[in-house]
């Protein structure tokens, strides 16, 4: 740790502290300890982050990082602003104060064909040559332009002092808190090379697989999706809270240098890249230098072609006249350079107008609602049709039928909508209705607590299900119907030989051996695997109806618990919620399935056609919590919560997911957050881990 990453109360705390505690000989040990550790972080994520090349596992990583954070906590006064360690965000601000850029944060020109490429390229020749300046050939720099938020981040002797948005060009807002968070923005610099006072300018961006887990996370919270990678990177560095924007897998781009004192940079700018890469940025992978402005139109074609492919938005390629003398002879406009352009791809957003939402249902019984749209070029394809995800989706975008509305196109990626249009709304608009009953089989519609896509229950007969259903019968793990297989299947049900799975065992060898690849023979051998399926058991039979969440192991504990299909199928939701490893969720799925007349139907023509298992005898369990209702939060130690949950149920408690006046218990583990509030305002009786574990021990349950 050298003594100038100190500021000099730093130093006088630690002087005091030594003088305190520590001999001075344990003082340089701690210190270089904690030095080499830091190092050690440093090149590590400097691989991963800024040059996407891990050199060592994730684990190994964490194991360094939780030693540092071990050590820091022990000798506080140790900690330094530049350590990995301080990356989780500080407390929050009221305001984000405003900072003005000593030199303006220029923004570029754009180009939208090939044509004003090379109308750019003329008047950087013109321009260059009424300053009697003669070049061969121009030499560019090409680099995509990534779609996400410019930053400006100042370093004073290489320490990040600074960092602030691009805002107005002249005046933007201090967001260091929350740069400070975003691992590929090194908070010290790298080599010993650097100018004393040097301000790196790039974009904050976040990648493609970054926005689909912050959705996902939105998802199963359920709050509102973030639109597009940009403005959820735009939302996260705006958080007044960086413990936040902490949490955000944000990545920063460096795209060139602003102010520069007390040392240099290179003289081209496609060194002064390579330079911010050797100082511990990332810069873009993709980044050329070429000749001439053809070889910058061959490069914008190739990237094109490559822009679906790469992790990031990017909305367009920046050309910029290499050598730094040049630029600085060509000048700028207003406020752009003369020697830089970005020429963009076609539009990605659009305005149209939504003209009505069907409903379609998926192979798992998700009814999705579809946007039909008045047709727009948006991206380079016509689109008339856009998804809408979910209820929730269309309750975010608070759209309506008759709505004007933005779509956006991201690549290979199917359109959506991104807002509505809602001071223009016709008076003629009308709201987006979920269908209560399957619009391909009219089974009644299920929206299970806590999840956001309506389904279909008639997952035996309804004929958007149909074939998946068939597939997921025959399989190894459920019926195992040998020579059976997918091709086979969809033949079958596309010429209307099955209609569903009991129509199986109705299926003549000649129908089978008239179908693509099949002959006398491997018909027969269908015929007899079929044959044989109808004797199994319980527990694959179960599974083979393919009722959601009901996987192997918990259609045998159902098929355990129940014993026959008979019990199955009067069983009531808190009854399924008995079962090991039966929850809410899976306990509503089950019932809304065998529900359905018409799912009961094709169970017993099953029966009729012979298939069958052994009847299970049902364990005389003694269940001393029946009626027993328990709520589990909080993080277990000696068990997990599924195990304890197990337990609990094994005795006959049901354990549900939310506390209300229903619940008995509530055991608490560390951290419990609101569930233990509501508890222990609704007067619940609340138990630690040690009282569960006591209890269960009564009755048996070891652990
Ligand atoms: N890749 C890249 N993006 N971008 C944006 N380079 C780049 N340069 C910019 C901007 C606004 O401005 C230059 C004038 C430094």
Same mark, same amino acid.
């Given at each position: 740790?050298?003594?100038d990453?100190?500021?000099?109360e730093?130093?006088?705390?630690?002087q005091?502290?030594?003088?305190?505690?520590?001999?001075?000989s344990?003082?340089?040990q701690l210190?270089?300890?904690l030095?080499?550790?830091?190092?050690?972080?440093?090149?590590?994520?400097?691989?991963y982050?800024?040059?996407?090349?891990?050199t060592?596992?994730?684990?190994?990583?964490?194991?360094?990082?939780?030693e540092?954070?071990?050590?820091e906590?022990?000798?506080?006064?140790?900690?330094?602003?530049?350590s990995?360690?301080?990356?989780?965000?500080?407390?929050p601000?009221?305001?984000?104060?405003?900072?003005?850029?000593?030199?303006?944060?220029l923004?570029?020109?754009?180009?939208?064909s090939?044509?004003?490429?090379?109308?750019?390229?003329r008047?950087?020749?013109?321009?260059?040559?009424?300053?009697?300046?003669?070049v061969n050939?121009?030499?560019?720099?090409?680099?995509?332009?990534?779609d996400g938020?410019?930053?400006?981040?100042?370093y004073?002797?290489?320490i990040?002092?600074?960092?602030?948005?691009?805002?107005?060009g002249?005046?933007?807002?201090?967001i260091t808190?929350?740069?400070?968070?975003?691992?590929?923005?090194?908070?010290?610099?790298?080599?010993?090379?650097?100018?004393?006072?040097?301000?790196?300018?790039?974009?904050?961006?976040?990648?493609?697989?970054?926005?689909?887990?912050?959705?996902?996370?939105?998802d199963?919270?359920?709050?509102?999706?973030?639109?597009?990678?940009?403005?959820?990177?735009?939302?996260?560095?705006r958080?007044?809270?960086?413990?936040?924007?902490?949490?955000?897998p944000?990545?920063?781009?460096?795209?060139?240098?602003?102010?520069?004192?007390?040392?240099?940079?290179?003289?081209?700018?496609s060194?002064?890249?390579y330079?911010?890469s050797?100082?511990g940025?990332?810069i873009?992978q993709e980044?050329a230098s070429?000749?001439g402005?053809?070889?910058?139109c061959?490069?914008?074609?190739?990237?094109?072609?490559?822009?679906?492919?790469?992790?990031?938005?990017?909305?367009?390629?920046?050309?910029?006249?290499d050598?730094?003398e040049?630029?600085?002879?060509?000048?700028?406009?207003?406020?752009?350079?003369r020697?830089?352009?970005a020429?963009?791809?076609?539009?990605?957003?659009?305005l149209?107008?939504?003209?009505?939402?069907?409903?379609?249902?998926?192979?798992t019984g998700?009814?999705?609602?579809?946007?039909?749209?008045?047709?727009?070029?948006v991206?380079?394809?016509?689109?008339?049709?856009?998804?809408?995800?979910?209820?929730?989706?269309?309750?975010?975008?608070?759209?309506?039928?008759?709505?004007r509305?933005?779509?956006?196109r991201a690549?290979?990626?199917?359109?959506?909508?991104?807002?509505?249009?809602?001071?223009?709304?016709?008076?003629?608009?009308?709201?987006?209705?979920?269908?209560?009953?399957?619009?391909?089989?009219t089974?009644?519609?299920?929206?299970v607590?806590?999840?956001?896509?309506?389904?279909?229950?008639?997952?035996?007969?309804c004929?958007?299900?149909?074939?998946?259903?068939?597939k997921?019968?025959?399989?190894r793990?459920?019926?195992d119907?040998?020579?059976?297989?997918?091709k086979?299947?969809?033949?079958?049900v596309?010429?209307?030989?099955?209609?569903?799975?009991?129509?199986?065992?109705?299926?003549?060898?000649?129908?089978?051996?008239?179908?693509?690849?099949m002959?006398?023979?491997s018909?027969?051998?269908?015929?007899?695997?079929?044959?044989q399926?109808?004797?199994?058991?319980?527990?694959?039979?179960?599974y083979?109806l %393919? !009722?959601?969440?009901? *996987? /192997?192991a918990t259609?045998? =504990? #159902?098929?355990?618990?129940? @014993?026959?299909i008979s019990?199955?199928?009067?069983?009531?939701?808190?009854?399924?919620q008995?079962?090991?490893?039966?929850?809410p969720?899976?306990?509503?799925?089950?019932?809304?399935?065998?529900?359905q007349?018409?799912?009961?139907?094709?169970?017993?023509?099953?029966?009729e056609?012979?298939?069958?298992?052994?009847?299970?005898?049902?364990?005389?369990?003694?269940?001393?919590?029946?009626?027993?209702?328990?709520?589990?939060?909080?993080?277990?130690?000696?068990?997990t919560?599924?195990?304890?949950?197990?337990?609990?149920?094994?005795?006959?408690?049901?354990?549900?997911g939310?506390?209300?006046k229903?619940?008995?218990?509530l055991?608490?583990?560390?951290?419990?957050?609101?569930?233990?509030?509501?508890?222990?305002?609704? %007067? !619940?009786?609340?138990? *630690? /881990?040690?009282?569960?574990? =006591? #209890?269960?021990?009564?009755? @048996?349950?070891?652990l």
């Amino acid at each position: 740790m050298s003594a100038d990453l100190f500021s000099q109360e730093d130093n006088n705390s630690l002087q005091k502290d030594a003088a305190h505690s520590l001999d001075f000989s344990s003082i340089t040990q701690l210190d270089q300890q904690l030095n080499e550790l830091r190092e050690k972080i440093h090149h590590y994520s400097y691989q991963y982050y800024a040059l996407d090349n891990p050199t060592i596992p994730d684990a190994e990583y964490d194991r360094l990082f939780l030693e540092l954070q071990t050590l820091e906590k022990e000798n506080p006064s140790y900690v330094t602003s530049d350590s990995p360690t301080q990356r989780v965000g500080a407390q929050p601000l009221s305001v984000f104060s405003q900072v003005t850029h000593r030199l303006p944060m220029l923004s570029l020109d754009n180009a939208f064909s090939a044509e004003d490429l090379r109308e750019f390229h003329r008047r950087v020749t013109e321009r260059l040559a009424s300053l009697d300046i003669t070049v061969n050939e121009i030499e560019y720099a090409c680099e995509p332009k990534l779609d996400g938020i410019a930053v400006s981040l100042v370093y004073q002797k290489g320490i990040l002092v600074q960092g602030a948005t691009r805002g107005d060009g002249k005046t933007g807002e201090d967001i260091t808190q929350n740069v400070r968070t975003i691992a590929s923005i090194p908070l010290r610099l790298q080599g010993d090379n650097y100018p004393d006072d040097l301000e790196v300018r790039g974009e904050i961006y976040l990648p493609k697989a970054g926005f689909e887990k912050l959705n996902k996370i939105a998802d199963a919270r359920e709050e509102k999706r973030f639109a597009n990678p940009r403005n959820a990177a735009a939302g996260s560095l705006r958080q007044l809270d960086s413990r936040i924007t902490a949490q955000r897998p944000l990545e920063m781009c460096a795209y060139s240098v602003g102010v520069v004192d007390g040392g240099q940079v290179p003289t081209k700018h496609s060194d002064i890249l390579y330079a911010l890469s050797a100082w511990g940025f990332r810069i873009n992978q993709e980044m050329a230098s070429v000749k001439g402005i053809e070889a910058c139109c061959d490069y914008f074609d190739q990237l094109s072609k490559k822009r679906n492919a790469l992790p990031y938005d990017i909305d367009g390629i920046v050309f910029k006249v290499d050598s730094i003398e040049l630029q600085k002879q060509l000048g700028f406009v207003s406020r752009a350079p003369r020697w830089a352009i970005a020429q963009k791809f076609p539009a990605q957003e659009e305005l149209t107008e939504l003209l009505d939402v069907e409903f379609q249902v998926g192979r798992t019984g998700a009814i999705t609602p579809v946007a039909r749209l008045k047709p727009v070029f948006v991206g380079g394809v016509t689109v008339s049709n856009a998804t809408l995800h979910n209820s929730d989706e269309v309750e975010r975008l608070g759209v309506k039928i008759g709505d004007r509305v933005i779509i956006r196109r991201a690549g290979d990626v199917i359109p959506q909508i991104v807002s509505a249009v809602i001071d223009q709304r016709p008076d003629h608009a009308r709201d987006i209705i979920f269908p209560s009953s399957c619009p391909v089989c009219t089974s009644p519609t299920v929206r299970v607590e806590g999840e956001a896509t309506i389904r279909c229950s008639g997952g035996l007969v309804c004929p958007a299900q149909i074939k998946q259903a068939i597939k997921h019968y025959v399989s190894r793990k459920a019926m195992d119907v040998d020579g059976l297989g997918d091709k086979l299947v969809e033949q079958l049900v596309e010429l209307g030989h099955i209609t569903s799975v009991a129509d199986l065992y109705d299926l003549q060898v000649e129908q089978l051996a008239n179908m693509e690849r099949m002959g006398e023979k491997s018909a027969s051998n269908v015929i007899h695997a079929l044959e044989q399926s109808k004797n199994t058991t319980f527990a694959r039979f179960i599974y083979a109806l %393919g !009722v959601r969440e009901v *996987g /192997e192991a918990t259609a045998r =504990n #159902l098929a355990q618990y129940f @014993g026959d299909i008979s019990r199955l199928l009067t069983a009531t939701e808190e009854d399924l919620q008995r079962v090991n490893d039966v929850g809410p969720v899976v306990a509503q799925f089950i019932v809304a399935f065998l529900s359905q007349q018409k799912n009961k139907e094709v169970i017993a023509k099953l029966q009729e056609k012979g298939v069958h298992w052994e009847v299970i005898e049902q364990q005389d369990n003694p269940q001393p919590l029946l009626d027993t209702v328990y709520v589990l939060t909080g993080t277990l130690e000696q068990l997990t919560r599924d195990e304890a949950k197990a337990h609990l149920q094994q005795l006959g408690a049901t354990v549900t997911g939310s506390v209300s006046k229903k619940t008995h218990f509530l055991v608490a583990g560390e951290n419990a957050g609101s569930k233990l509030t509501k508890a222990e305002s609704l %007067g !619940v009786n609340i138990l *630690g /881990e040690q009282d569960l574990i =006591n #209890l269960l021990n009564e009755y @048996g349950i070891t652990l």
